[in-house]
């Protein structure tokens, strides 16, 4: 019995170092996520699917090995102190592969776009745009970390959120965003101009949140996997929501979120 008993110690000494080793590897992986999904607005109308959609996504981001903040329903303080979380991340690490995500509704008020949190004032422009997050500011903070790559996306276009189950602002939509830097992949759920809808009664996701969940595990190349989301997205919307994007991965060509290992070249 004593004999056993010192192999089995001898044999758990021997695989610790791996199982320790494993768990910081999982603990601290290169591509991390930050999901923001805000429905139940407070001055606003209500949307049925956008905490759907960020829950999903973040399911899915995470079996492709993405360290995931999910955030839900939150408020403009919140939203920011997350945001200022996931760049610091970003900062730490050179090599790291950012997504983030934006389930709700956007405004856009002088050509700047802005992001709606569930505490949004909406008696008038100016109480919006000082209530609401501005998308220049993430996209800056972003390009700014110096990490691999960043891939932005936004479904928070429509054209009356205010009383209706689309999102955005009456009329408009999100505005074209301004030049997007190197290695920052950027797309939002619709055209500027165009609605985009949240989903029909019953259904679980927006469309487009449908069509990026049917493609997001496919191993081809961002650049490439967009076609498709944009086709479904069309298909989905009988042709009335095409999705807009804008691609400056240079350094990263066949980068693929179906593939932590398939981003090449460095900053």
Not at 39 to 65: C, F, Q, T
Request: aromatic share 8%.
């Amino acid at each position: 019995m004593r004999n056993f008993k010192k192999v089995l110690v001898a044999i758990l000494l021997l695989f610790t170092p791996f199982v320790v080793f494993a768990g910081l590897t999982q603990s601290t992986p290169n591509r991390i996520a930050l999901v923001i999904g805000v429905s139940e607005y407070r001055n606003a109308a209500k949307l049925g699917n956008s905490v759907n959609d960020a829950r999903d996504i973040a399911a899915a981001l995470g079996k492709l090995g993405f360290q995931v903040d999910l955030k839900l329903n939150v408020t403009y303080i919140e939203l920011k102190n997350a945001v200022n979380d996931f760049v610091s991340n970003l900062e730490a690490d050179p090599e790291k592969e950012g997504f983030f995500w934006f389930a709700g509704m956007g405004v856009q008020i002088n050509n700047v776009n802005y992001l709606m949190p569930i505490d949004v004032d909406v008696r008038n422009e100016r109480n919006m745009i000082r209530s609401s997050y501005r998308m220049d500011e993430l996209t800056d903070s972003v390009a700014d970390a110096g990490n691999k790559i960043n891939v932005l996306i936004v479904d928070a276009c429509s054209n009356n959120p205010f009383s209706s189950s689309h999102r955005g602002i009456t009329g408009s939509g999100l505005s074209i965003s301004s030049q997007i830097p190197t290695d920052i992949f950027f797309m939002l759920s619709a055209s500027p101009g165009q609605a985009a809808a949240d989903g029909a009664p019953g259904e679980r996701n927006s469309p487009f949140a449908a069509a990026f969940l049917n493609n997001i595990t496919k191993p081809e190349p961002l650049q490439m996997l967009v076609l498709d989301i944009v086709k479904e997205t069309l298909e989905k919307t009988n042709g009335t929501q095409k999705p807009y994007y804008q691609s400056y991965l240079l350094n990263n060509k066949t980068y693929s979120l179906g593939s932590s290992t398939s981003a090449g070249g460095s900053r």
